[in-house]
C-alpha cells in the first residue's frame, strides 16, 4: 500500500470540477485549439493554474509527492500546491495553485545565476531518495505508469519496467540491434536515483526578490538506476542540463554514454519500441500484447484535433507546408492565419513550383467533384474509434473499381511519390506492381486515393522467409534503379511540392527542414556530431553523388501475389534521394531486420560512413523540439529571433 505522500488532494467539490470543465471546452469551441494548461477564477478560491492532458493525474501524484516533503523542509525548492487532479467527460485536468512569477528563460538573471538556481532546486530533488518507497521504479506515482526520461522512444517507456533487472534486458536487447561489433551489454544494479530529465529553464519560476526557485513541471521526474540521472544531465544534448550537472559535481559517465547507443536505436524503432519485451524484460508474443489502456481519451483527443489539422490546410497553402513540418507542435487556427497571411504572398509560388515539376510528379485529378464528396461523408461517417486505429478506407463507388483511401497530413506528398514510380513502372516490364493513383485532395481533411489491391502481404502470405527476402528485393532493386529518372532539382522528397524528406535517420522518422542539397545536410549531421558525448569529434562529407532510399523496407508495405509470383510496392511516404550512405542506412541502421536480409541479398554491406550515422541520429532522438540544430535549409545558423522567417525561408522552392 503507497503511503500518503503519493495520494492526490481532492480538495475540489463537484461543482468546482464542472466549472472547470465547462471553461475548458468554452476555449476549445471558441478558439478552435487544443488548450494544454489555462488559468481560472472560481468565487472564493485563488486563481488556479489548470493543466489539461492524459498524463495530469500521474503527474499531479508526483507534484504532490515532493510538495509534502517541501513543506517540511526550509531548504527546499518552493513547489505550487496540488488541489485535485480528475477525470471527466473525457478529460484529464491537474489543478495547482498558479504562482505568478518569470520562468528563468525570462527572468533578468545572469546565465551562471540561473545555473545555480536550478541546480539547487535539483540538488534537493535528488537527496529527497529516502522517501521514495522502495516499492517504486520508475515513475513517482499512486498509480502505474510508464516512466517519462529522454532515453526512451517519444521520451516514454514502451512499459513499466518492474526492477533493474527488467531494464537491463530491455537495454541489452536494444544493443543486440545496434550495428557494429562488438556488442555491448550493461548491468544495472539496485542502486537507484532520482532523476529529471527536463531541466529545461521554461520548467522553473525564479523570484528575484526573494531569491527563491519554483519547479513547476513533474513529468519527468522518477527513480531509475543511477546511470539514468547521469544521462540527464549530460547525454540529451541540453546544455543548460549540462551545465547545472558540472555545478552539482556530477560528471559524464562510460555507461551514460554508452546508453546513447541503445536510445538511438529505440528512437528510430517502429511503433513503440517495446522489443516484445514484457514489464519484466521477458519475451512476449504478439497475440499477448494488451491494448492501451487510455484508448478511449485518445481517441477522444484525435477526434478533436483532426478536423483542426484540416481547417488549418484550408486557410492558405503556405501555412499547409509549414504545419506539416510542425504538425505536433503548433495547435491553433487563428494565431498561424494572422502571423503568415501577409508575410510572403504563396499561391502564385505553389503555381510556379507546380510547372517547374517533371509532369510525371504531378499528380492525377481523376475523380468529380461528387465523387470527393462521397469520400469525405464516407470518412465522416466511420466511427472515431476506427479512425482512429487506422489511417486508410475502402469505399466503392458507382462505375469505379474498389478504392483505396489514406487520410492524413503526409498523403499529398506520398501521392505525388507514388504516381511518379508508377508512371515508370508503366513503361517497364520488369517493373514492380504499383497501385494506380486516382487523385489526392483537401477537403477539411486530406486524402489520396488509389486503387484497391485485393492481395495479401508479405507478411501473412504463405511462402517462406527467404522467398519473402527476394519478393521484396527484386522490388526494391528496380526502385533504387530509377535514379536517372528523378529530376536533378530533387533533394528529399520525391514530390511535386516542397516537403520535409522522411528518413528513419531523423527524430520521429521527419528531416526538420527541407534540405537544399548534400553540403546542407552535411553541416546539420556535422552539427550533431558535435553535440555528441566523447572524444574525438566526428565529422562526414557528403558528396553529390545521391541513390534513391526506401527507409522502411516492412514486409507490410508489399503485397504478393503467389499465383503470378508479382509484388506490389504499395507504401511510398519513406522514399526519396539523399547522399548514399543513407540508403545503406536504411538497410543495415534501423535496427529491421528483413531491411537487412533484403540489403544483403541485393550484394549491399553496411559502411562505416552508416554506422558513424547512428551516433548523430541517437542525439537527434533525444533532442527537444524539431531537432533544426538552429540551421536552415542550406545548413547555416538562424539568427536568434528569426525563427519565424527562417521558417518560412526553410519552405521554399527546390531550385
Known amino acids: 500500500m503507497l503511503p500518503s505522500l503519493l495520494t492526490v488532494p481532492n480538495e475540489l467539490s463537484q461543482t468546482e470540477r464542472e466549472r472547470i470543465v465547462e471553461y475548458y471546452e468554452n476555449i476549445v469551441e471558441k478558439k478552435n485549439f487544443y488548450a494544454k494548461y489555462f488559468d481560472i477564477d472560481l468565487e472564493g478560491r485563488p486563481t488556479f493554474f489548470v493543466k489539461h492532458g492524459l498524463d495530469g493525474l500521474v503527474e499531479a501524484s508526483t507534484q504532490s509527492f515532493f510538495y509534502n516533503l517541501a513543506q517540511k523542509d526550509e531548504s527546499a525548492p518552493r513547489i505550487p500546491k496540488v488541489y485535485d487532479a480528475f477525470r471527466q467527460n ?21 546565465e551562471d545565476d540561473a545555473v545555480k538556481s536550478v541546480a539547487s532546486a535539483i540538488e534537493w530533488l535528488f537527496a529527497q531518495l529516502p522517501s521514495v518507497p522502495t516499492s517504486i521504479f520508475g515513475r513517482i506515482s499512486s498509480e502505474p505508469s510508464c516512466a517519462r526520461h529522454e532515453f526512451f522512444k517519444d521520451q516514454e517507456a514502451p512499459v513499466c519496467f518492474a526492477n533493474s533487472d527488467a531494464l537491463t534486458k530491455y537495454v541489452n536487447k536494444a544493443f543486440s540491434r545496434c550495428p557494429g561489433k562488438p556488442k555491448r551489454t550493461v548491468s544495472f544494479s539496485d542502486e537507484l536515483a532520482i532523476y529529471h530529465s527536463d531541466i529545461h529553464k ?17 513529468q519527468h521526474i522518477g527513480v531509475f538506476p543511477e546511470p539514468f540521472q547521469t544521462y540527464s544531465l549530460f547525454n540529451t544534448g541540453n546544455d543548460f ?21 541503445a536510445g538511438g536505436l529505440l528512437k528510430i524503432t517502429a511503433e513503440n519500441a517495446s ?6 524484460g521477458e519475451p512476449i508474443s504478439e497475440r499477448d500484447v494488451e491494448p492501451f489502456s487510455n484508448r478511449d481519451e485518445y481517441i477522444e483527443l484525435y477526434d478533436r484535433i483532426e478536423p483542426h489539422k484540416g481547417a488549418i490546410l484550408t486557410i492558405n497553402p503556405d501555412i499547409s507546408t509549414f504545419i506539416r513540418l510542425t504538425t505536433y507542435y503548433l495547435t491553433t487556427v487563428v494565431i498561424f492565419q494572422q502571423a503568415f497571411s501577409s ?20 499528380i492525377p485529378n481523376e475523380l468529380t467533384q461528387t465523387e470527393r464528396e462521397r469520400i469525405v461523408e464516407h470518412f465522416k461517417n466511420i466511427p472515431r474509434e476506427e479512425r482512429f486505429n487506422t489511417n486508410h478506407f475502402d469505399i466503392d463507388l458507382e462505375g469505379r473499381p474498389t478504392f483505396f483511401v489514406k487520410h492524413g497530413l503526409d498523403v499529398l506528398d506520398e501521392a505525388s511519390t507514388q504516381f511518379f514510380f508508377y508512371t515508370l513502372a508503366q513503361k517497364d516490364e520488369s517493373a514492380p506492381r504499383i497501385p494506380k493513383v486516382y487523385g489526392a485532395f483537401q477537403d477539411s481533411y486530406l486524402f489520396f486515393v488509389m486503387e484497391k489491391i485485393e492481395l495479401p502481404t508479405l507478411s501473412t502470405c504463405e511462402i517462406s522467409e527467404d522467398d519473402r527476402v527476394k519478393s521484396a528485393a527484386s522490388a526494391v532493386k528496380w526502385l533504387l534503379a530509377q535514379l536517372p529518372s528523378v529530376p536533378t532539382s530533387i533533394f528529399g522528397r520525391i514530390s511535386s511540392e516542397p516537403s520535409c524528406v522522411r528518413h528513419h535517420f531523423f527524430k520521429d522518422h521527419e528531416a526538420p527542414v527541407c534540405f537544399a542539397h548534400a553540403d546542407a545536410l552535411t553541416k546539420y549531421v556535422n552539427k550533431a556530431f558535435s553535440r555528441c558525448p566523447g572524444k574525438p569529434k566526428r565529422t562526414v562529407s ?44 536504411a538497410f543495415f541502421n534501423t535496427g529491421n531486420r ?15 560512413i552508416a554506422n558513424l550515422l547512428t551516433y548523430a541520429s541517437g542525439l537527434l532522438q533525444i533532442m527537444g523540439g524539431g531537432a533544426t540544430l538552429n540551421l536552415d535549409r542550406f545548413g547555416e545558423p538562424i539568427p536568434k529571433g528569426n525563427v519565424e522567417s527562417s521558417v518560412v525561408q526553410n519552405i521554399g522552392t527546390r531550385t
Open 90 to 110: 473525457g478529460h484529464c485536468f491537474f489543478v495547482m495553485e498558479k504562482i505568478e512569477l518569470p520562468t528563468l528563460s525570462t527572468c533578468e538573471i545572469s
Open 202 to 218: 521554461d520548467n522553473f519560476l525564479h523570484d528575484i526578490k526573494t531569491g527563491k526557485t519554483w519547479i513547476i513541471d513533474f
Open 241 to 261: 542540463a549540462t551545465s547545472v550537472g558540472k555545478h552539482l559535481g556530477h560528471q559524464p559517465s562510460d555507461i551514460a554514454d554508452l546508453l546513447t547507443f
Open 275 to 280: 522489443l516484445k519485451l514484457d514489464r519484466f
Open 343 to 362: 508575410v510572403i504572398e504563396v499561391a502564385p509560388v505553389i503555381h510556379h513550383i507546380h510547372h517547374m515539376c517533371d509532369p510525371l510528379l504531378t
Open 542 to 585: 557528403f558528396s553529390d553523388e545521391l541513390a534513391i532510399f526506401h527507409s522502411d523496407i516492412r514486409k507490410d508495405n508489399f503485397l504478393h501475389d503467389i499465383k503470378t509470383g508479382e509484388t506490389w510496392i504499395v507504401d511510398f511516404q519513406d522514399i526519396g534521394v539523399l547522399p548514399e550512405p543513407f540508403q545503406t542506412y
Open 594 to 608: 528483413f531491411a537487412a536480409a533484403v540489403g544483403r541479398h541485393l550484394g549491399y554491406q553496411p559502411s562505416d
